[in-house]
Every structure is written in C-alpha cells, then in structure tokens.
C-alpha cells in the first residue's frame, strides 16, 4: 500500500490538526495517542510519521493491544 495515495484525499478534523501542530512545535519527545476506535489514530500516525521522516527525524512506535484501564 501507497502511503501517499492513502492519505490524498485525507481531511483531518480540528483536534487532529490541532494535536499535529503541538507535537511538531513540542520540544517532548515523548507522546502518548490514545483514543477509541474509528477516530482516526492510525492514520493520523501515519501521516505523522511521514512528516517526521521528511524532516530527517528518527521515530520510535510501540503500542499497547488490548490494555484494560480499570
């Protein structure tokens, strides 16, 4: 899968461009996403990631698979 062609006719949401813009402008770097199903994590990360590797970053993901918070 094209990465590219995925996310072209992608819009983000307001909370996602605004989460976009504090973690590029944040010197953390440490980040933690969480969310409920279907609202956009995964591509969101994608395109993250993306961005970061243009910029000549290193990334580092690791995820958690059905944690139970009680």
């Known amino acids: 899968m094209n990465f590219n062609d995925e996310i ?8 996602q461009l605004q989460i976009f813009e504090l973690l590029i402008k944040q010197p953390i770097r440490l980040h933690i996403l969480e969310g409920t199903h279907g609202n956009g994590k995964t591509i969101f990360i994608k395109y993250f990631t993306q961005y970061l590797h243009m910029q000549n970053k290193n990334v580092l ?8 918070v009680l």
């Open 8 to 15: 072209q006719n992608h819009t983000f949401n307001d909370e």
């Open 61 to 68: 993901l690791t995820t958690i698979i059905g944690a139970v």
